[in-house]
């Protein structure tokens, strides 16, 4: 006497079910993590944790700048297109403008922080001393930090400013 035998199809049904189970939470977690990375209005601060062990460091460099009183103010004008002047007047604790610096500087729009713009400035043509230009391409008009750093004569200065980007 022979044993009944199940059809040979049913017993693959609940692998090739947990299989595709398994499938659609792999693509549904790399679609998520895709829309996560390409997000331009997030951003993680770049060697955030380099950054946090030199600390002491940064806080060093505050209190220097308290001690240089360097005054910084910065303006921006719409060029062409997206392109935007930013023009940084530098001047000592005494109002003096300040010439023969190097100064850097990083953009980036505060609702787009992915995506940092970097410049060297010049000192300004036709301009007194302690004015320097550079362009920046400010695709979005908005609020823009500007992480500015000027070394003149080995001291160096730091400064953090907003600006509003014209339309």
Not at 58 to 84: F, I
């Amino acid at each position: 006497m022979s044993t009944p035998q199940a059809p040979r199809g049913r017993g693959l049904r609940w692998p090739i079910a947990m299989s595709l189970i398994l499938a659609a939470t792999v693509g549904v977690n790399l679609w998520v993590m895709y829309l996560a990375r390409s997000d331009p209005s997030f951003a993680v601060e770049p060697d955030y944790y380099a950054r946090a062990v030199r600390w002491d460091d940064e806080l060093a460099q505050r209190r220097r700048n308290e001690a240089l009183g360097w005054q910084l103010a910065p303006s921006v004008a719409r060029v062409a297109g997206d392109s935007t002047l930013l023009r940084v007047r530098l001047a000592d604790a005494a109002g003096r403008p300040l010439g023969d610096a190097a100064v850097a500087v990083e953009a980036f729009a505060v609702a787009r922080s992915a995506r940092v713009e970097r410049a060297t400035l010049a000192q300004a043509p036709g301009e007194a001393p302690g004015a320097y230009d550079g362009r920046l391409r400010m695709a979005r008009s908005g609020l823009w930090e500007l992480r500015v750093v000027a070394t003149r004569g080995g001291e160096r200065f730091t400064a953090v400013r907003r600006v509003e980007a014209p339309p």
